[in-house]
């Protein structure tokens, strides 16, 4: 059963960082397979955050306007994205995405961790 477990989320001041990092705890994740983050905020469809595809390419919601960093380690079956310069508009539920491209074509999600940005 696949699981992912999401770790970082938490509140912060606008214009600090947050890191956070998503473990898929059993089997284990290849080079095509996809990983990332997607957010939701109250109101608002669920967006892109940031995902790595095939041959490591990211790719980046138009917000993170470079600010993010989305680093992936296959071998610990782990994606790191590490936040700075956060605003009070990045808070939202953040969910792991693991969309699994050997062997089948499956995508997953984990259950989420808040991120809130405020003063």
């Known amino acids: 059963q696949v699981q992912l477990v999401e770790s970082g989320g938490g509140l912060v001041q606008p214009g600090e960082s947050l890191k956070l990092s998503c473990k898929l705890t059993?089997?284990?994740?290849?080079?095509?397979?996809?990983m990332g983050w997607y957010r939701q905020a109250p109101g608002k469809q669920r967006e892109l955050v940031a995902v790595?595809?095939?041959?490591?390419?990211?790719d980046y919601g138009d917000f993170v306007k470079g600010r993010f960093t989305l680093t992936r380690d296959v071998a610990k079956n782990t994606v790191t994205l590490q936040m700075t310069n956060l605003t009070p508009e990045d808070t939202a539920v953040y969910h792991c995405?693991?969309?699994?491209?050997?062997?089948?074509?499956?995508?997953?999600w984990g259950r989420g961790t808040q991120v809130t940005v405020s003063s």
């Open positions: 790595v595809r095939g041959g490591d390419k990211v």
């Open positions: 995405y693991l969309g699994l491209r050997v062997g089948s074509h499956t995508d997953y």
């Open positions: 059993s089997g284990r994740i290849f080079s095509p397979d996809h």
